[in-house]
């Protein structure tokens, strides 16, 4: 597990083989650019967010989310 900007997201999974999904905090998200995810075609990006609306849910849709969780989270909806 670590932190990373999105440009070290994207290096990351271009050089390895080890990056095995995205966990993003969708505040954090709304601040940044999600362009490099749409190069991350191979890597689950998982979005989690505080809140569950119709909005936040068509953001983490839209920059190609594979799911979406909201806190607190839990383990077993995180494996699935």
Same mark, same amino acid.
């Given at each position: 597990i670590s932190c990373a ?10 050089? *390895?083989?080890y990056l #095995?999904?995205? @966990?993003?905090?969708?505040?954090y998200?709304?601040?940044?650019d999600? #362009?490099p995810?749409?190069q ?5 990006v998982?979005?989690? *967010? ?6 936040t849910? @068509?953001?983490?849709?839209? *920059?190609k ?9 839990e383990?077993?909806h995180?494996?699935?």
């Amino acid at each position: 597990i670590s932190c990373a900007t999105m440009n070290e997201l994207l290096l990351l999974a271009q050089r *390895s083989n080890y990056l #095995g999904a995205v @966990l993003l905090d969708m505040e954090y998200c709304q601040k940044q650019d999600l #362009g490099p995810l749409q190069q991350m075609d191979k890597v689950p990006v998982v979005f989690i *967010s505080k809140t569950d609306d119709i909005e936040t849910r @068509l953001f983490a849709a839209r *920059s190609k989310g594979q799911a979406f969780l909201t806190e607190p989270i839990e383990i077993t909806h995180l494996i699935e």
